[in-house]
C-alpha cells in the first residue's frame, strides 16, 4: 500500500510560478517511480510528467516541456513538480501517483499508475 498527499496548489496569474509537492508513505519510495497528471473540467485525465525511482530519468508532456520541472528527494519521501510560467490552459486538479513495476509500461498513461493522490487544485488567471 502507498498513501499520497498532494500539496501546494492554488491560485496564481498567468506567467507566474508553483511548485507542488507530494509526500508518499507506505512502501519504500525509493522503490518505485512517481507521476503527475491533471485533470480539467469535462476532460480526460492527462499525462504530465514522470520521474524514475533514482531520479534518473523523467518523462514530459509536450505542453508542459520546458516549463515544468519533476524532481524526487527519497530522503524526504517526497516528489515536486515545478511550474513555472503558467499558463491559463495549465487549470486543473493535479494529481501524483504511483508506479510500482516499470516492466513493459510505458510510464505515460494513467491505467499503469497503482496508486493516487486526492488532487490538488491549480488555477492560472489571465
Known amino acids: 500500500q502507498v498513501q499520497l498527499v498532494e500539496s501546494g496548489g492554488g491560485l496564481v496569474q498567468a506567467g507566474g510560478s508553483l511548485r507542488l509537492s507530494c509526500a508518499a508513505s507506505?512502501?519504500?519510495?525509493?522503490?518505485?517511480?512517481m507521476g503527475w497528471f491533471r485533470q480539467a473540467p469535462g476532460k480526460e485525465r492527462e499525462f504530465v510528467a514522470t520521474i524514475s525511482w533514482s531520479g534518473g530519468s523523467t518523462y514530459y508532456a509536450d505542453s508542459v516541456k520546458g516549463r515544468f520541472t519533476i524532481s524526487r528527494h527519497n530522503a524526504k519521501n517526497t516528489v515536486y513538480l515545478q511550474m513555472n510560467s503558467l499558463k491559463p490552459e495549465d487549470t486543473a486538479v493535479y494529481y501524483c501517483a504511483a508506479l510500482l513495476s516499470v516492466d513493459g509500461s510505458t510510464w505515460l498513461t494513467k491505467y499503469e499508475y497503482d496508486y493516487w493522490g486526492q488532487g490538488t487544485q491549480v488555477t492560472v488567471s489571465s
Open positions: 507506505g512502501r519504500t519510495f525509493s522503490s518505485y517511480a
